[in-house]
């Protein structure tokens, strides 16, 4: 049986997996440029991340990887859909609204994904994003965007 995070029972190995989540979410919508220290709130020191860009392992890579990321972002907001919890890991899947500077001249660019989490003594330990990583960049790059938007058009 799957279970939601608000079904997690108290006093459980993983009762921290709510707060963990309800965490993650507030801070994702919060991040920026500006307030990257603020990862290891949630995330532990070992953090093993994955998305269809690039593997980094460790919290100073991440919050690297995340400086790279959102170095010419104007906004970033994520609506979060109801998480799948089973013991300690969880998928949560959301639909992330991006201003770039580089994308569409900073019109907002819609991407729907799923992240896979393992949480463990409190903090994510394990993240992995799903999403087209086409219709977040490829699509939305100037040429090629509308050549590959065209392509999608025809073969569907």
């Known amino acids: 049986m799957t279970s939601t995070a608000s079904s997690v029972e108290v006093g459980s190995r993983n009762a921290a997996v709510p707060m963990v989540l309800d965490r993650f979410c507030q801070l994702f919508n919060e991040l920026d440029k500006g307030n990257l220290q603020r990862l290891q709130e949630i995330y532990s020191e070992d953090i093993r991340f994955q998305d269809p860009f690039s593997r980094v392992e460790g919290l100073d890579a991440l919050t690297k990887y995340f400086a790279g990321a959102y170095s010419n972002v104007i906004s970033c907001r994520f609506r979060f859909g109801e998480p799948v919890v089973q013991q300690g890991h969880c998928t949560i899947p959301w639909v992330m609204e991006l201003r770039h500077k580089r994308l569409r001249k900073g019109e907002l660019v819609q991407v729907d994904g799923i992240s896979h989490l393992e949480i463990r003594d409190g903090r994510v330990c394990y ?28 073969a569907g």
Request: hydrophobic share 35%; net charge neutral.
């Open 127 to 154: 993240h992995r994003d799903y999403f087209d990583a086409g219709q977040l960049l490829y699509e939305n790059l100037p040429v090629l965007g509308g050549l590959i938007r065209r392509i999608r058009e025809h």
